[in-house]
């Protein structure tokens, strides 16, 4: 399991100069599988490597270090076609991290540009973004609508020129999900880094990422999360704030489950674990020395878990039924 | 996994694993020359050659092709094309991973320790050419990829499995004759007829000597013998859809290839015969090559 052994490693990076070979071709197979190898690169930066380690993870960060630019550049030009309007661009996970300079941004490979919107200005947020050359993904009806109906970002938009994709989020869950974060609370306590860009306060941060591996999804590439919740609870001063304010947003579980397997996972490991909490870690540590996924069945649960947590049992029959009859299967 | 090798070529080490014996033991076959890498070596990049589906290592067995780096939409393949799958694996974890030189979609061949390059696209004749100079006083530096340095702007060797396909396989038979040189004859792969063919020896053993390019070709099988001088700027445009990585290599890039094409002459090359463009070379390397 050598997801585990990559989990140690950053638990432990003293540990480096006494791995075999073969062990660090395990953890380097699940890093790039886990998107996790230029924060393993960051974190045993001045620890003595083997020299085919040190070629490898320095790649690995010339390529976060480009992810970083292109992900501010891209945080810029939503701030320049939403700025006219008077709309903050508030950024959301990796490009939040890398443009307020946090740990967690370490290292961080950086997908699409998720950005959060007050929910009454999304139709303008919408029509400046597309007038400013982002395009629809999607042309699938059914998928437009429910997304509108019933997601908590808009379909996702890709810039015609550039090529990258913007995630336009009014709340950070479903709008069907159990959990109702108040996203105006999110809003209010937003962080101003200049710009025309805006950060969500360090609790809401670890509040969103605890969210989204916990209560939404199916913990596909989890182990990164819990990298960012682990980078996110550090930067926290007062734990009792950061409680009221998972309360505020009805997460207060999903903190606690995320603080047990984030010190399991990086800490001391001393805290007791739930029984559920087992079924987390194996699925987070499931990927093998090789880079696959070596709980197939783990993961199919989880798969089923995720339209549960996203939709009642009824909707989520129907939602099946129609994407079934469109020809779509589970991966 | 159940089986695996490890093989280092020219400046990279790959790891590959497979589901079933085959397709590693004949790349065991046909890699045993190349030096091998001391046990426990740490791969730059992980291959797979795994079953496409439940049930398909057995059952018309089927492989994905996996790895590191991987296309989403890939085709599954037939198992008896599985050297084919290992050999488009280690090519796909370059093309898509390789960060320490700039890949140049090219094949290459030296003499008097400077590189003669051939770009253009597949069915160009490159490959075939790389494969006959390779036969006859030059030393082959790669079939697929140049690999420029960012420093120094040498070109270096990448002398894997020379990929032979259609009429080339023929070209190849009747020039080398050694038969033990040559991998199994694939036919009906999604690229053709298919057969590996071994590097000489002089092609491995100098895998890590870089050399400075002298003459850049853009070779045109099956036309009228002609050549035309092509300008930097054209050549630049040309080199930066024929590299695979050079967008992600940035600015280093840019630099890298700027220096190319201000210092190597090149020559758009249309040739129908091996032995015309052998000796349309000859001449160009005398006249031309810097």
Redesign the interface.
Known sequence: MSAAALAALLRTPEQAPHL???A??GI??AA??ERLLATLASHLQGVAL?E??G??FA?AR??AD?DRQLALWEADRAACALAPLGIPVLLLKGAAYVAAGLGAGAGRMIGDLDILVPRDRLEEAEQALLAAGWEWVKSDPYDDVYYRRWMHELPPLIHRERDRMIDVHHTILPLTARPRPDASALLAERIDLGGGLWVLSPEDRVCHAVAHVLADGDLAGGLRNLWDIKCLISDIEDMDKLYRRAALHGLTAELSRAQRLCDHLFGTGEGALRLADRFFLARLLSTDG???DSRPLLGLGFYIRSHLLRMPPLMLARHLWTKWRRGHRPS | ?KHQLTLAIGPA?F?I?SAWRAPIDALRRLYASYPRPE??????F?V?L?PAGRGRRWWRPSVRI???HMLPEAAPMALRHGLLAAEMGMNLQMAL?W??HLLIHASSVEKDGRALVMAGESGSGKSTLAALLGQRGWRLMGDEFALLDFVTGAIHPFPRLISLKNQAIGVMRAEVGDGGRFGPLMAGTPKGDIAHLVPSPDAVAKMKEAAPPALLLFPRFGLPAEMRPIGEGETFMHLTQASTNYV?C?ERAFHALHDFVTRVPTVAMDFSSGEEAEAMIADLWREQAR
Not at chain 2, 39 to 44: L, N, P, R, T, V
């Open positions: 075999p070979g073969e660090w071709n380097v197979a790039r599988a083997p085919a380690v070629a490898i790649d010339r390529d480009r090789w880079g696959r | 996994m080490i790891r694993g046990e426990g070596a740490i791969a730059d992980t797979r795994e996996a790895g590191d991973g960060r320490r992600a940035g």
